[in-house]
Every structure is written in structure tokens, then in C-alpha cells.
Nanobody, 124 residues
Framework: QVQLVESGGALVQAGGSLRLSCGAS????????RGWFRQAPGKQREFVAT????????YYVDSVKGRFSISRDNAKNTVYLHMTGLKLEDTAVYYC?????????????????WGQGTQVTVSS
């Protein structure tokens, strides 16, 4: 069993920055690919960024490329999402995810484990 806990969500002005963290507990954590998804009110959950178990591969949705960066610290069992240049449309609940198996199809919001979410609100 793996538990994921997100933190770092906040109210921030457009153009600002935030760093989200996702701590994990459980067994075999270093073998899990990790990702971030988000869900805005009235919308479906969408993929944001992912990092492979080894940390050697990352992938981002086009709308955040160049602004967001995902990283992981396996010694701390923690994944980070560094967000810069925040826009109003980045407002959402951000969820951390953990998945085993092939490092593919991240556009589909499926995971072995999910966190409870952390709210990011960008104001004008």
C-alpha cells in the first residue's frame, strides 16, 4: 500500500510561482513512476507532468511546457512540481499520482495511487 500526500497549494497572483510537493510512504516507492494531474471546477482531470521511476524521463502537457518542472528525490520519497509564470487557467486542484508498469499513456488519468489533492488558485 502506498500513500501520497500533497502540499504547497496556495493563492498566488498571475505570473507568480509555487512549488508543490508530494510525499509518499509505503513499499517499493522507487519503482513507481510519478505524475501530477489537475482538475478545475466542472472539468475532467487532466495530465500535467510526469517523471519516470529512475528520474531520467519527464513529460509535460503542452500548456505547461517551459513553465512547470517536475523532479523527484527518491531518498525523501518526494516528487516536486515547480510552477512558474502561473496563469489564471492553472487554477485547479492538483493531484499527485503513482503508477507502475510502462511509462506511457499519461494523458489518461489512471494511477495505482492518488493523493488527496492540493488547491492552487491563481488570481489576476
Amino acid at each position: 500500500q502506498v500513500q501520497l500526500v500533497e502540499s504547497g497549494g496556495a493563492l498566488v497572483q498571475a505570473g507568480g510561482s509555487l512549488r508543490l510537493s508530494c510525499g509518499a510512504s509505503g513499499r517499493g516507492l522507487s519503482s513507481y513512476h510519478r505524475g501530477w494531474f489537475r482538475q478545475a471546477p466542472g472539468k475532467q482531470r487532466e495530465f500535467v507532468a510526469t517523471i519516470s521511476a529512475s528520474g531520467s524521463r519527464t513529460y509535460y502537457v503542452d500548456s505547461v511546457k517551459g513553465r512547470f518542472s517536475i523532479s523527484r528525490d527518491n531518498a525523501k520519497n518526494t516528487v516536486y512540481l515547480h510552477m512558474t509564470g502561473l496563469k489564471l487557467e492553472d487554477t485547479a486542484v492538483y493531484y499527485c499520482a503513482a503508477r507502475t508498469g510502462a511509462y506511457s499513456n499519461w494523458n489518461i488519468p489512471v494511477a495505482d495511487y492518488w493523493g488527496q489533492g492540493t488547491q492552487v488558485t491563481v488570481s489576476s
